[in-house]
């Protein structure tokens, strides 16, 4: 397991990229706004996408548990944020804002997936990131599971399969 930085600026929250299906199966939507909550009530900042399906369920959930949601856009549009995020960062460099999203994150978890989501659990991966990813529903996360996408790192994705086994895993990883 990757390990989160500690000689940071001791105030700095932790940062959780959550990443997912941009068209999301009921359950898929409904676990998404219940890793949110999780992540606003463990303290955590969470980053995504800042649209909408999974990432807009993330934020609706964070900003329910009184947190705080970043969204990285991929247009110079304010407009195209969803209703949830608390703060709105417009990149206009379309999928590349990708790399920035997981960059942003101490820590990545993947629930679902398409394309962009691959592309992110690519990038968590090539920079040494944590990531955990979603068993429950069809995509990328559920593919990749308990999975090395290659001999350079020797931990693998870490599969969880409800939302409270999750925050047993990633509960220790957060700064308090």
Same mark, same amino acid.
């Given at each position: 397991?990757?390990?989160?930085?500690?000689?940071?600026?001791?105030?700095?929250?932790?940062?959780?990229?959550?990443?997912?299906?941009?068209?999301?199966?009921?359950?898929?939507?409904?676990?998404?706004?219940?890793?949110?909550?999780?992540?606003?009530?463990?303290?955590?900042?969470?980053?995504?996408?800042?649209?909408?399906?999974?990432?807009?369920?993330?934020?609706?959930?964070?900003?329910?548990?009184?947190?705080?949601?970043?969204?990285?856009?991929?247009?110079?549009?304010?407009?195209? =944020?969803?209703?949830?995020?608390?703060?709105?960062?417009?990149?206009?460099?379309?999928?590349?804002?990708?790399?920035?999203?997981?960059?942003?994150?101490?820590?990545?978890?993947?629930?679902?997936?398409?394309?962009?989501?691959? =592309?992110?659990? =690519?990038?968590?991966?090539?920079?040494?990131?944590?990531?955990?990813?979603?068993?429950?529903?069809?995509?990328? =996360?559920?593919?990749?599971?308990?999975?090395?996408?290659?001999?350079?790192?020797?931990?693998?994705?870490?599969?969880?399969?409800?939302?409270?086994?999750?925050?047993?895993?990633?509960?220790?990883?957060?700064?308090?």
């Amino acid at each position: 397991m990757a390990l989160i930085p500690t000689n940071m600026n001791e105030k700095r929250k932790t940062q959780i990229t959550v990443i997912g299906d941009s068209k999301p199966e009921l359950e898929t939507e409904r676990i998404a706004l219940e890793v949110g909550e999780m992540i606003g009530k463990l303290g955590a900042i969470a980053i995504t996408g800042g649209r909408g399906g999974v990432m807009k369920a993330v934020a609706k959930g964070i900003d329910k548990a009184g947190g705080i949601c970043v969204g990285i856009l991929p247009t110079n549009e304010f407009s195209e =944020s969803n209703a949830y995020n608390h703060i709105v960062i417009p990149t206009d460099i379309g999928h590349a804002r990708n790399s920035i999203t997981v960059m942003a994150g101490d820590l990545v978890i993947a629930i679902g997936g398409g394309a962009g989501t691959l =592309s992110e659990i =690519s990038f968590a991966w090539i920079y040494g990131k944590t990531v955990f990813a979603y068993e429950g529903s069809e995509g990328w =996360s559920k593919a990749l599971a308990n999975q090395r996408l290659d001999e350079k790192r020797r931990d693998q994705i870490i599969g969880f399969k409800s939302v409270s086994e999750l925050e047993k895993k990633i509960k220790p990883l957060i700064r308090r």
